[in-house]
């Protein structure tokens, strides 16, 4: 399956996610609606600490996980998720843009915030379907996406998200269910900013269904974290 990928990408059929990237008209409508004062100046039009407010009894986990149009499709469908929104993190440079990201040397990672129940979904939960969700032994890629913005990484934000990310990859690496190391990288928690709004639901913009990188990359990791986990599925995304 590798090879046919390869192969359809350098035959043009299969593209990395920068080439198809949509502009801000096909963007998803509503991205912005709890914007607070100010925000309109960042370049995703709303800061985190507005989503913040309006998951007040939400938990959060953020993760990077090369393209964040496959992650944000992935865990969207999870029961107990209340919401995932893509960004950037990991990096120094403030208000990042897409672009910005893309110069490789922002320090940003393409990664996604997950506002979650806890007590319907557990976050060692969420690392399992994050090691599915993406292939956690490519560095600085995933795919056809190329760059240190695609590397694989978790951002925990207290000591038991870092110690059930740090058990998790221990334990992965010693179950022998890949073939290489885990590349995933645990960072220190710097601010996420939230990504421009035409990239929010980019997997579920019914503009974008047959676009060549949806179906050669997006589809694949999303179906298979709907098989893979089924059984946390919600009830719409059941088939």
Known sequence: MKHLLLAL???GG??????QRTTTSDATPGAQTDAQPGDEQLAGGISIEALDAKYPDSEKAYFAGGCFWCTEASFTRIKGVADVYSG????ELE??????????????????VVYYDPEVITYDKL???FFVAHDPTQLNRQGPDIGPQYRSAIFPLNDAQRQAAEAKIAALNDSGKFSQPIATTIEDPIKFWVAEPYHQDYYENPNNPNQG???????????????????????????
């Not at 950037?88 to 990096?91: I, L, N, P, R, T």
């Not at 910005?100 to 040397?105: C, E, Q």
């Open 88 to 91: 950037y993190a990991g990096g």
């Open 14 to 19: 299969l593209t990395s996610c920068d080439s």
């Open 213 to 239: 990188y949806v179906q050669g990359v997006s589809k694949p990791k999303v179906d298979k974290v709907m098989k893979e986990f089924r059984d946390l599925l919600k009830p719409e995304y059941l088939k």
């Open 95 to 112: 208000n990042p843009t897409y672009e910005d990201s893309n110069t490789k040397s922002s320090g940003h990672a393409e990664a996604i």
């Open 127 to 129: 690392l399992d379907i």
């Open 9 to 11: 990408f350098l035959m």
